[in-house]
C-alpha cells in the first residue's frame, strides 16, 4: 500500500528555520489536499496548514507569518517551511494527504510524524 514518507525534523534553536517534507512511497497520480498538523506532548493534535489540489493554501493564527505550505506537483510532495521557530513549536509534526492512483483509487494517508524539537 502507499504510504506518505516524512523528513526534515530536528533540533533547532530558538530564531531557527526547518523544512518538513511528505512524499508518497511510492509513484501516483496525484495528491488531492493535504494537512500537516502537530502534537505536543500533553496536547491534542492540531492543523498547522493546509493546501487544496489547487494550491489555496490556509494556516493556523500560531504560525501565520512564519511557516509557509507549498507543493510541488512535479514531485508529489509538499514542503512546511517553518521560520523563526520558538519552543512552542516543539512537537511530532505529521502530514495528511489524500492520495489519488493512477487507476482512480484515492486514499486517505497520514505519515509516521517527525520530531520537531526547538531549544537553545
Known amino acids: 500500500q502507499v504510504q506518505l514518507v516524512e523528513s526534515g525534523g530536528g533540533l533547532v534553536q530558538p530564531g531557527g528555520s526547518l523544512r518538513l517534507s511528505c512524499a508518497p512511497s511510492?509513484?501516483?497520480?496525484?495528491?488531492?489536499?493535504m494537512g500537516w498538523y502537530r502534537q505536543a506532548p500533553g496536547k491534542q493534535r492540531e492543523l498547522v496548514a493546509s493546501i487544496t489540489s489547487g494550491g489555496s493554501t490556509n494556516s493556523a493564527d500560531s504560525v501565520k507569518g512564519r511557516f509557509t505550505i507549498s507543493r510541488d506537483n512535479a514531485k508529489n510532495t509538499v514542503y512546511l517551511q517553518m521560520n523563526s521557530l520558538k519552543p512552542e513549536d516543539t512537537a511530532v509534526y505529521y502530514c495528511n494527504a489524500v492520495l489519488r492512483l493512477t487507476d482512480g483509487t484515492t486514499y486517505d494517508r497520514w505519515g509516521q510524524g517527525t520530531q520537531v524539537t526547538v531549544s537553545s
Open positions: 511510492r509513484s501516483i497520480f496525484s495528491i488531492q489536499g
